[in-house]
């Protein structure tokens, strides 16, 4: 099994992904990859930040994040911001 950085390091690796758009990515390795950014940057974020650090795009952090909430691994510790739980 390949960590999780491995698998966003071929992601960014990948000389069709230049635009770093996700979209051969499976959800749960974007999933993974926006949880480990969270974790990395140790505070409250927005989903642009993360976007910023994973290079995804912001609405699809964004989307990440709201099934995050759902399943009860993010939080909302202030309006826009979110953190681990």
Known sequence: MH???QVWKNHISSKHQKDH???DLRLEDKER???EAMEKIGKPVRPGD????TRLESKEVSKII???RKRGKVISPKRC?????
Do not use: P
Not at 50 to 53: E, G, I, L, Q
């Open 3 to 5: 960590t999780i950085m």
């Open 33 to 35: 990859i926006v949880l």
């Open 50 to 53: 993360v976007a910023k650090v």
């Open 66 to 68: 709201r099934l995050l």
């Open 21 to 23: 758009d996700g979209e």
């Open 81 to 85: 911001y979110y953190s681990l739980t």
